[in-house]
């Protein structure tokens, strides 16, 4: 079966700048990744993998510039068996960076395709991205702020260095001599193969340790409990997130560490309902003061303030109060509070309220009024 045109596999023209590719790839990574996909999982791999082959040649200006030239053909002896295998993808960390700004996906899929699955020695990987959520209540969120959080991740173990050594000391592996990888010769018929994989006794490092360290059981690494002070943006909404970089897990191999991601949660009021940056409030008012206008103080999200009400307000009327609502996040301004109006009727009147009541209706006309309505005269 011939192979798409690597840039109509990513949608963009020839001249499309590296910029360009990057973005391409980026989304349609995050859209054919099996792990997250809406696809069926077996083409959603063949699309991940048709992608990531398009982004191996385009992004590389070497692999590009003999694909411009030759097509297909120019790129025969730039994998390893003739044609792309994921040992051939030398971005795994870009796929990290992607999957890393999602909170963490790739899981199994990813893990198989970049972990131990490489050619050679296995270079310094990020380490694990966490997730934590906080529950804030409604005026925290709007006010903004500093939180303590205590996080449990894991560390270089102090003792070894993360080397998981006793006192840090460490040996080239016998077993692939320091390479990293074995190889394993099978000769069939007049053709020879050579298959080559990461070294089982020392993971594909090259170096093992001569006697494991003991504080860490050789695992390099131990759980501490971290706290840290986050900065809580006014505004922030339900949902939101926010990143700390080296916040996550330590390299399980001196790679750099992990991030962390704090999940916001807000809490619903029982008063306001929150519409982005606009919060909305229904707030009773007696038929007098609806009816005769005033002045009505109603709770703002920030404390109190006044509302004027026209003479004649309806129910269900809505009134704007203009910059009473919450902190636009990462822009200027804040949003609005609008308050309906629910007109209260009492329950119980007093012999006086009755009488004044019935006066009201005799001077309004009203029952007649409506009856004359609906009898058309």
Same mark, same amino acid.
């Given at each position: 079966?011939?192979?798409?045109?690597?840039?109509?596999?990513?949608?963009?023209?020839?001249?499309?700048?590296?910029?360009?590719?990057?973005?391409?790839?980026?989304?349609?990574?995050?859209?054919?990744?099996?792990?997250?996909?809406?696809?069926?999982?077996?083409?959603?791999?063949?699309?991940?993998?048709?992608?990531?082959?398009?982004?191996?040649?385009?992004?590389?200006?070497?692999?590009?510039?003999?694909?411009?030239?030759?097509?297909?053909?120019?790129?025969?002896?730039?994998?390893?068996?003739?044609?792309?295998?994921?040992?051939?993808?030398?971005?795994?960390?870009?796929?990290?960076?992607?999957?890393?700004?999602?909170?963490?996906?790739?899981?199994?899929?990813?893990? /198989?395709?970049?972990? /131990?699955?490489?050619?050679?020695?296995?270079?310094?990987?990020?380490?694990?991205?966490?997730?934590?959520?906080?529950?804030?209540?409604?005026?925290?969120?709007?006010?903004?702020?500093?939180?303590?959080?205590?996080?449990?991740?894991?560390?270089?173990?102090?003792?070894?260095?993360?080397?998981?050594?006793?006192?840090?000391?460490?040996?080239?592996?016998?077993?692939?001599?320091?390479?990293?990888?074995?190889?394993?010769?099978?000769?069939?018929?007049?053709?020879?193969?050579?298959?080559?994989?990461?070294?089982?006794?020392?993971?594909?490092?090259?170096?093992?340790?001569?006697?494991?360290?003991?504080?860490?059981?050789?695992?390099?690494?131990?759980?501490?409990?971290?706290?840290?002070?986050?900065?809580?943006?006014?505004?922030?909404?339900?949902? /939101?997130?926010?990143?700390?970089?080296?916040?996550?897990?330590?390299?399980?191999?001196?790679?750099?560490?992990?991030?962390?991601?704090?999940?916001?949660?807000?809490?619903?009021?029982?008063?306001?309902?929150?519409?982005?940056?606009?919060?909305?409030?229904?707030?009773?008012?007696?038929?007098?003061?609806?009816?005769?206008?005033?002045?009505?103080?109603?709770?703002?999200?920030?404390?109190?303030?006044?509302?004027?009400?026209?003479?004649?307000?309806?129910?269900?009327?809505?009134?704007?109060?203009?910059?009473?609502?919450?902190?636009?996040?990462?822009?200027?301004?804040?949003?609005?509070?609008?308050?309906?109006?629910?007109?209260?009727?009492?329950?119980?009147?007093?012999?006086?309220?009755?009488?004044?009541?019935?006066?009201?209706?005799?001077?309004?006309?009203?029952?007649?009024?409506?009856?004359?309505?609906?009898?058309?005269?």
């Amino acid at each position: 079966m011939d192979k798409r045109d690597y840039y109509e596999v990513l949608g963009v023209a020839k001249n499309t700048s590296l910029d360009g590719i990057k973005k391409a790839y980026r989304t349609l990574a995050r859209k054919y990744h099996p792990d997250v996909t809406k696809e069926e999982k077996k083409q959603a791999e063949e699309k991940f993998k048709e992608v990531s082959e398009a982004y191996e040649v385009l992004v590389d200006p070497d692999k590009r510039k003999l694909y411009d030239q030759y097509g297909h053909a120019g790129l025969t002896g730039q994998f390893s068996n003739g044609g792309f295998q994921w040992s051939d993808f030398t971005h795994a960390s870009d796929l990290r960076d992607i999957f890393g700004d999602m909170g963490g996906f790739g899981g199994g899929l990813f893990d /198989m395709l970049f972990g /131990m699955g490489g050619r050679g020695r296995s270079g310094p990987q990020k380490g694990q991205s966490l997730r934590y959520d906080i529950e804030l209540p409604l005026e925290e969120a709007a006010a903004g702020g500093t939180r303590e959080i205590s996080i449990p991740h894991a560390v270089s173990c102090e003792a070894c260095k993360g080397t998981g050594a006793k006192e840090g000391k460490i040996s080239t592996c016998p077993t692939c001599g320091g390479k990293g990888q074995t190889s394993q010769v099978q000769q069939r018929g007049y053709s020879r193969f050579v298959s080559i994989a990461p070294c089982a006794r020392c993971g594909g490092k090259g170096q093992v340790a001569e006697a494991r360290c003991p504080e860490c059981a050789g695992r390099g690494q131990e759980v501490k409990t971290q706290k840290l002070s986050i900065d809580v943006p006014p505004g922030i909404d339900d949902g /939101m997130r926010l990143r700390f970089s080296g916040a996550g897990d330590a390299s399980p191999n001196g790679g750099p560490p992990g991030d962390l991601y704090v999940v916001i949660h807000v809490r619903p009021h029982e008063l306001f309902k929150r519409d982005g940056a606009d919060v909305w409030l229904d707030w009773p008012v007696s038929f007098s003061d609806a009816a005769l206008g005033s002045e009505v103080e109603v709770p703002t999200i920030d404390g109190k303030a006044l509302l004027n009400l026209p003479a004649g307000t309806q129910d269900d009327a809505v009134f704007r109060m203009k910059g009473n609502g919450l902190n636009k996040v990462n822009s200027r301004g804040k949003g609005d509070q609008f308050v309906r109006i629910k007109i209260r009727v009492p329950k119980k009147l007093t012999s006086e309220q009755k009488a004044l009541l019935k006066k009201f209706a005799e001077l309004e006309g009203s029952k007649k009024g409506l009856l004359d309505r609906f009898r058309g005269t």
